[in-house]
């Protein structure tokens, strides 16, 4: 198996594109899984089209499941942070894509996202893992 950790600067973005380095870490390693795993308590990973407006679509959702109010038990860092952490638990912090010839096999509009509530944190590490087919 193959891996690398890749650095994403989010700055205050909900969604950030990360198709393209994953792209790049796939090219020429044949066929295969590429796993991708965000490790953080308060980011998630998601196959969405990006620029149609699901961006904004999904802000509107996350706002109405995890409102950024003092309601949770986990209370440090900013208003609302409680809800940071639960984001994983609704964007899975991990995907598994299929790589054909070095390409990702992903449909026409999708892409891999990187889907960060927590805007204290403006920089995150992806980690990216190549498993080669036999």
Known sequence: MLTNVIEVATGDRLVTDVTDSIARFCAER?????????????AG???IEVGSG?????????DRLLPRD???????????????????????PSLVLPVLNGRLALGTWQSVVLVDTNVDNPRRRLRLSFLSSP
């Open 54 to 62: 699901s961006e904004e679509d999904l802000s509107d959702l996350l």
């Open 70 to 92: 003092d309601r949770y038990a986990h209370r440090h860092g900013s208003r609302g942070h409680g809800a940071d952490h639960l984001l994983p638990a609704l964007v899975s």
């Open 30 to 42: 044949g066929d295969g899984l590429c796993h991708v795993f965000a490790p953080h308590a308060t």
């Open 45 to 47: 990973l998601a196959l």
